[in-house]
């Protein structure tokens, strides 16, 4: 299996650029989220979903968008990249058993 | 809110050393407790858990128990390895299914041969 799949691994945006990190699960899990990890901040919770067409704010929600069409994928548009969202991302998901989240390897990301 | 505090370092670590990293939590009720274990360059794995209180978890010869009298969820481990060099996190997830992890703020862990 391969898990959780994010790319890209690195990016660098612009500042004001918009993408999407993307984000696919092969182990059938309904629940998906995403977080962002800072120095000294830990992992915070930017945007989850608990099954395909249901999503939900998490912590630091704003100035990022997701959808869930289809149980398998979950991405993450950046609207209009900023300097303060240079972070690295990670994609989560687990089965609704709360057997506990596989995380993907993350995705690098610098707005200059 | 639910919140988590744990020991934030960097620790360094002479090998075969005794490990503990303590770790605390805020939440109603019975939380599920994690440590995730982040490698250089690598997302989180799970390294153990425990659902109820006085469950303990284990791993890779690491143990925590979850203790609802002191609201803890310590890791130990009796000798460290230099392959144990990563952060080390602590995350609870609510009761009632709610699936939102929390994190304290990750500990790094250095262990020198």
């Known amino acids: 299996n391969a898990g959780v799949t994010q790319t890209p691994k690195f990016q660098v945006l612009k500042t004001g650029q918009s993408m999407t990190l993307q984000c696919a699960q092969d182990m059938n899990h309904e629940y998906m989220s995403w977080y962002r990890q800072d120095p000294g901040m830990g992992l915070r919770l930017i945007h989850y979903?608990?099954?395909?067409?249901?999503?939900d704010q998490g912590e630091v929600p704003n100035g990022y968008n997701v959808s869930r069409s289809t149980t398998e994928d979950f991405p993450l548009r950046l609207l209009s990249a900023a300097p303060s969202q240079t972070s690295v991302y990670f994609c989560a998901s687990t089965p609704q058993n709360g057997g506990g989240y596989t995380f993907g390897s993350g995705t690098r990301l610098t707005v200059v | 809110g639910n919140s988590v505090t744990q020991m934030e370092g960097p620790v360094t670590l002479s090998e075969e050393a005794f490990l503990t990293i303590n770790c605390t939590y805020t939440?109603?009720?019975?939380?599920?407790l994690f440590w995730y274990v982040q490698y250089p360059g690598e997302g989180l794995q799970l390294l153990l858990k425990a659902t109820k209180a006085d469950d303990k978890g284990s791993n890779k010869g690491f143990e925590a128990t979850y203790r609802k009298e002191t609201t803890s969820f310590h890791l130990e481990k009796g000798s460290v390895q230099v392959s144990d060099s990563a952060v080390y996190f602590c995350a609870l997830m609510a009761e009632g299914g709610s699936e939102k992890l929390v994190f304290g703020k990750g500990m790094k862990l250095t262990v020198n041969p």
């Open positions: 979903s608990v099954g395909a067409g249901i999503t």
């Open positions: 939440a109603t009720g019975y939380p599920s």
